[in-house]
Nanobody, 123 residues
Framework: QVQLVESGGGLVQAGGSLRLSCAAS????????MGWFRQAPGKEREFLAA????????YYAESVKSRFTISRDNAKNTVWLQMNSLKPEDTAVYYC????????????????WGQGTQVTVSS
């Protein structure tokens, strides 16, 4: 089992950048694929990016692939989401998630979730 804690959210102006962090507990972090999702008020949870356990295979949603970058450091038990050129429509609660089977786009395939961090982008 793995426990996840996100940080790095906040208020930023449109066009700005944020880097979200997700710290994982446990000695098996390197065996988990990690994903980032977000959920805006009144909307369904949305896939953003996922990274394989080895860090070499990455997937992105089309809506963010030119602006967001996912990365990880297994020695630090951490995965990051670098977000650039932020827009007001990026405002949401951002979640990281883990699963031991692979880097999937479907949120239902991730059994472990963090509590989320709020990102607000002002216009």
């Amino acid at each position: 089992q793995v426990q996840l804690v996100e940080s790095g959210g906040g208020l930023v102006q449109a066009g700005g950048s944020l880097r979200l962090s997700c710290a994982a507990s446990g000695r098996t972090f390197s065996t988990y694929a990690m994903g980032w999702f977000r959920q805006a008020p009144g909307k369904e949870r949305e896939f953003l990016a996922a990274i394989h356990w080895n860090g070499y295979v990455k997937y992105y949603a089309e809506s963010v692939k030119s602006r967001f970058t996912i990365s990880r450091d297994n020695a630090k038990n951490t995965v990051w989401l670098q977000m650039n050129s932020l827009k007001p429509e990026d405002t949401a609660v951002y979640y990281c998630a883990a699963n031991s089977r692979g880097a999937f786009r479907e949120d239902g395939l991730y059994p472990y979730w963090g509590q989320g961090t709020q990102v607000t982008v002002s216009s």
